[in-house]
């Protein structure tokens, strides 16, 4: 089936443009879950990979134009694209099947700066990164930019200077601190455990509510059991009780789900049956 990348919510309209699907390791998607429960839900191949889609948010307002998060990125090496079966970066090719360019985008929002989030920000001219999207402020959450830029033996490999000191350099940073509306209607709400910094992003029209849930809860399943997190999670409890929150939120306002990497449930709603909490897709 075919599933539906755009959708209206209110008076904004909402794509979803990938940059392609990467394969990663299973015990770092579920964490302590044991392979024998996590492979009910996802299929691995035979080096326990399991796809994680690359779903970027385009948000469409009035006024503006907003990106979430960009993917991996063009600057990833042969041996990378190998490890993380990614053949190439998909993001701009699927933004121009949309009518945009690079600097049609006013804003970008970074939930956090893991390379599979944040790659894009940046691309290669004359070998020398630059802003992928020349014209945009980029937004992260000032505990996120000085964790990446101040990495510790955990996180080094992950925090890459090439995706994040472009931005300042050309003065198209704008660091936030806490919960902050960006425009109208689309505000930036932290939900740390994954990282320290971490964010989701909300948007709300005309009565109705969605959220990019980015890594607080990759798949659907991440956000149904609590008790699911990834290996990659700096504080697995935080998340559990940030999950909790996001959850009686999402159910009071029937909210609209928006999954990153979920390769089968990319938009969704909770629901409550016989006392458990699931997705339904949407």
């Known amino acids: 089936m075919t599933q539906q990348r755009t959708r209206r919510l209110g008076n904004v309209v909402l794509h979803l443009v990938s940059d ?14 044991p392979k024998a429960i996590w492979q009910r839900v996802a299929e691995c191949d035979p080096q326990n990979r399991v796809p994680m889609e690359l779903n970027c948010l385009l948000i469409e307002t009035c006024d503006e134009v907003i990106l ?3 993917g991996f990125g063009p600057k990833m090496s042969p041996k990378e694209r190998e490890i993380y079966r990614v053949p190439e970066s998909r993001l701009l090719a699927n933004l121009a099947e949309l009518g945009f360019g690079p600097e049609d985008i006013h804003i970008v ?8 989030h944040c790659g894009g920000n940046t691309t290669l001219v004359d070998g020398k990164p630059v802003p992928t999207f020349p014209k945009a402020t980029y937004v992260v959450q000032e505990q996120e930019w000085h964790d990446a830029t101040h990495p510790n033996e955990r996180t080094r490999a992950v925090y890459l200077a090439e995706n994040l000191l472009p931005l300042e350099e050309r003065q198209q940073l704008r660091l936030i601190r806490g919960e902050e509306h960006i425009v109208e209607g689309i ?7 994954h990282t320290f910094g971490h964010q ?8 109705e509510a969605a959220i990019y849930l980015s890594d607080m809860a990759p798949w659907a399943v991440h956000l149904e059991r609590l008790a699911w997190t990834t290996a990659f999670d700096v504080q697995p409890l935080q998340t559990v009780d940030v999950k909790r929150s996001i959850r009686q939120w999402a ?4 909210a609209l789900l928006i999954f990153e990497h979920d390769p089968r449930v990319p938009w969704g709603r909770l629901r409550e049956e016989a006392g458990a909490v699931r997705v339904a897709e949407a």
């Open 20 to 33: 392609g699907i990467c394969w990663m390791d299973g015990g770092a998607i579920f964490g302590v879950v």
């Open 68 to 70: 979430v998060n960009t």
């Open 109 to 116: 929002i970074n939930t956090h700066l893991h390379p599979d």
């Open 187 to 193: 505000r930036c709400l932290p939900t740390p455990g």
């Open 200 to 207: 989701s992003v909300v948007i709300e029209s005309a009565g």
């Open 251 to 254: 159910l009071r306002n029937d």
